[in-house]
C-alpha cells in the first residue's frame, strides 16, 4: 500500500480532512524524523512548493493534537517533530552537535518509571531524556 494512502485513513481516522498541506507535512515528518519545523518547512516547499512558515505551524499543531506526531522539545533546543508515536519511546541527545536517536523504553508503556513519592498524583508520563556526546562528537579532539 502506498504511504499516500496510509497517511490519507491516518487523518480520517483521526477525524482530520485530508489536504495537501497535511499529508505533505505528515510524509516530510514521517522522512525526518526528529526535525525542527524550519527543515519541515523545507521538505514540504520541495513537495507542494511555496507553503507559508504559518501554514505548516498551524498543519503541525493540528496533526500534534490528533496524536499523529510526536512533539519533543529537549531543554535548549528547538521542538522536533517525529511521525513515531505510542510507543513511549525515549531520546539521546548530543551536548555537542544537538543530534537525536531513538532510545526504545525498556518498558514500553508511561509512565516508565515509579516515582519513589508521588505526592497524591495520578502520574501519566515520565520525560526520559538520554543526554552524551554522539560518537562523532566523542572522537573530536
Ligand atoms: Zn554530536
Ligand atoms: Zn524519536
Ligand atoms: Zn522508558
Redesign the pocket.
Known amino acids: 500500500m502506498p504511504a499516500a494512502e496510509t497517511d490519507q485513513s491516518l487523518l480520517q481516522k483521526a477525524g482530520l480532512r485530508v489536504t495537501r498541506p497535511r499529508l505533505a507535512v505528515l510524509a516530510a515528518v514521517r522522512q525526518h524524523p526528529h526535525a525542527d519545523t524550519e527543515s519541515i518547512i523545507e521538505a514540504v516547499r520541495a513537495d507542494l512548493g511555496e507553503v507559508s512558515h504559518q501554514a505548516v505551524y498551524d498543519v503541525l499543531r493540528a496533526l500534534h493534537t490528533a496524536g499523529l506526531i510526536r512533539r519533543i522539545q529537549p531543554s535548549g533546543t528547538y521542538a522536533r517533530y517525529e511521525a513515531r508515536v505510542g510507543d513511549n519511546h525515549h531520546h539521546v541527545v548530543?551536548?555537542?552537535?544537538?543530534?537525536i536517536a531513538d532510545v526504545d523504553c525498556a518498558i514500553g508503556e508511561a509512565p516508565c518509571l515509579t516515582a519513589s513519592n508521588d505526592h497524591g498524583f495520578r502520574i501519566d508520563e515520565a520525560e526520559v531524556i538520554y543526554w552524551g556526546?554522539?560518537?562523532?562528537?566523542?572522537k573530536?579532539p
Open positions: 548530543c551536548r555537542s552537535c544537538g543530534v556526546l554522539c560518537p562523532d562528537c566523542s573530536a
